[in-house]
């Protein structure tokens, strides 16, 4: 089993940044893919960033490319969302998710979710 727990949430301002982590317990992660998901109110579940176990290639949703930035260390077991010129439609619940196979961009291929960190953009 893999425990996530996400942090770094909070209000900011449009323009301006976050980091969010998403510490990893019960067992290394370092063969995980590892990913972030969003959702806002009243809108389903959405993909936004991911790194592979093997060589960290990363992926992103077209809508945070070039803003937003994912890594991971895994030597601390944790991955790192680093977020960029927020916008108010950044606004949502980010979650952290674990997979050890498939379609990294795919939501229903992740075992294990974290409970998610609130992200509020204001205007």
């Known amino acids: 089993q893999v425990q996530l727990v996400e942090s770094g949430g909070g209000l900011v301002q449009a323009g301006g940044s976050l980091r969010l982590s998403c510490a990893a317990s019960?067992?290394?992660?370092?063969?995980?893919?590892m990913g972030w998901f969003r959702q806002a109110p009243g809108k389903e579940r959405e993909f936004v960033a991911a790194i592979t176990w093997n060589f960290g290639i990363t992926y992103y949703a077209d809508s945070v490319k070039g803003r937003f930035s994912i890594s991971r260390d895994n030597a601390k077991n944790t991955v790192y969302l680093q977020i960029n010129s927020l916008k108010p439609e950044d606004t949502a619940v980010y979650y952290c998710?674990?997979?050890?196979?498939?379609?990294?961009?795919?939501?229903?291929?992740?075992?294990?979710w974290g409970q998610g960190t609130q992200v509020i953009v204001s205007s």
């Open positions: 998710a674990a997979t050890s196979s498939g379609d990294i961009r795919r939501a229903k291929e992740y075992d294990y």
């Open positions: 019960g067992q290394t992660v370092s063969r995980y893919g």
